[in-house]
């Protein structure tokens, strides 16, 4: 009875168009955000964008964990698949909590340290799209998957000092003369700080099927 309810599952998924899919929604977001953090007269219009990239970010989740429900044969383990474009997405919602605070608070001003983390987003945001791709066949591109994810990791380190230097800045500058300023620009770097956290979380998952597959 099982192997006849198994002929009626579908074989093969979507998962690497998935992946693809999302990644264009994290490389959307973070050029919207390197926007939003620049100031100017549209930030509410890289707000929308961002928003409306989170939700298509939350559409593809949501076909991709229906997906491993219901897909017989999957191209790694059903675990690993949840767990990659679940850190993916946690990236884009830190992303859309970064602009939702800015909104929140009427933040208008960004600090060089918010710009600079913003940038790093953008570039880390790009070598996941180049390294999605290569999953496609991790056996040949592991050596490459291997050289992008170190540097993503890198790029977190980069964005902790920024994110390191602009607290202390701030505090120096109002954590005692305005603690409420303090608070809304701390609120600003612990979400890019995240963002910058999750994509070292998507390196590390990628090295784990490079470890697992390669």
Request: hydrophobic share 45%; charged share 25%; glycine share 6%.
């Amino acid at each position: 009875m099982f192997a006849w309810f198994q002929k009626l599952l579908p074989r093969t998924g979507n998962f690497f168009e998935q992946f693809e899919a999302h990644g264009k929604t994290i490389v959307a977001s973070s050029q919207a955000l390197a926007k939003l953090v620049r100031g100017g007269p549209d930030i509410a219009i890289h707000i929308k964008t961002i928003e409306d990239e989170e939700h298509k970010a939350d559409d593809i989740i949501r076909e991709v964990l229906q997906d491993v429900r219901r897909i017989f044969l999957t191209p790694f383990d059903r675990g690993a698949i949840t767990a990659l474009i679940g850190v993916m997405d946690d990236a884009v919602d830190q992303m859309q909590q970064t602009a939702g605070a800015a909104e929140l608070y009427d933040v208008t001003t960004f600090t060089p340290e918010m710009v600079g983390m913003a940038d790093i987003i953008v570039e880390a945001s790009a070598i996941i799209d180049q390294a999605l791709p290569l999953l496609r066949d991790v056996t040949g591109n592991a050596k490459q998957l291997h050289e992008l994810t170190a540097r993503l990791v890198k790029l977190e380190g980069d964005a902790d000092k920024l994110n390191f230097t602009g607290l202390r800045k701030a505090f120096q500058e109002h954590g005692k003369s305005d603690p409420t300023q303090f608070v809304v620009v701390n609120e600003i770097y612990r979400h890019l700080e995240k963002v910058c956290d999750k994509f070292e979380d998507v390196a590390n998952q990628i090295d784990g099927l490079v470890i697992d597959h390669a």
